[in-house]
T-cell receptor, first 112, second 110 residues
């Protein structure tokens, strides 16, 4: 079975631009979470979606938004990019509730 | 909010040696995850511990959860170059929103 997939792998944007990152969960998993990992730190929770509804939001500005589609895939959108948004963005899927979370390979975003 | 502190921040061990990584929580642990990460890549799930005193093993890696101490330890026996990477502990905080430690960088010299 395929694991969690994310696209694109790498992305370079300039300040002020907008970006959309995509995630496909493991087949059968209904929950998707997004994390931001800055170099040298552990991942920081951004959003969690379960059955297409937002179930949690971390301490991130409103420039960050996400949604989950009927097939349980998800998109993370970041508007008005700042240099500090440069990071590895990780998507994790789980069956639901308090289950193990399995991570994708991440999308490396560089903001110039 | 919950915080996780990992120690050591980094370590270098000779191949074949044993090592231990610790993860201490500022709050009660209801679920503790261990992940491994290669630089710049995604996280590989190692183990999940849910009950105080629980101990799990996978190949040469053993993890324990001490609920009273709000601490978990990850022990690698007879380290190999393939064990090199960043080890991250994550705690289940308020409904599957994981809070992570800063990570422990492990290098294995052959």
């Amino acid at each position: 079975d395929a694991g969690v997939t994310q696209s694109p792998t790498h992305l370079i944007k300039t300040r002020g631009q907008q970006v959309t990152l995509r995630c496909s969960p493991i087949s059968g998993h209904k929950s998707v979470s997004w994390y931001q990992q800055v170099l040298g730190q552990g991942p920081q929770f951004i959003f969690q979606y379960y059955e297409k509804e937002e179930r949690g939001r971390g301490n991130f500005p409103d420039r960050f938004s996400a949604r989950q589609f009927p097939n349980y895939s998800s998109e993370l959108n970041v508007n008005a990019l700042l240099l500090g948004d440069s990071a590895l963005y990780l998507c994790a899927s789980s069956f639901g509730g308090r289950n193990e979370q399995f991570f994708g390979p991440g999308t490396r975003l560089t903001v110039l | 909010s919950q915080e996780l502190e990992q120690s050591p921040q980094s370590l270098i061990v000779q191949e074949g040696k044993n090592l231990t990584i610790n993860c201490t929580s500022s709050k009660t642990l209801y679920g503790l995850y261990w992940y491994k990460q290669k630089y710049g890549e995604g996280l590989i799930f190692l183990m999940m511990l849910q009950k105080g005193g629980e101990e799990k093993s996978h190949e040469k890696i053993t993890a324990k959860l001490d609920e009273k101490k709000q601490q978990s330890s990850l022990h690698i026996t007879a380290s190999q170059p393939s064990h090199a990477g960043i080890y991250l502990c994550g705690a289940d905080n308020d409904g599957n929103k994981l809070v992570f430690g800063a990570g422990t960088i492990l290098r294995v010299k052959s």
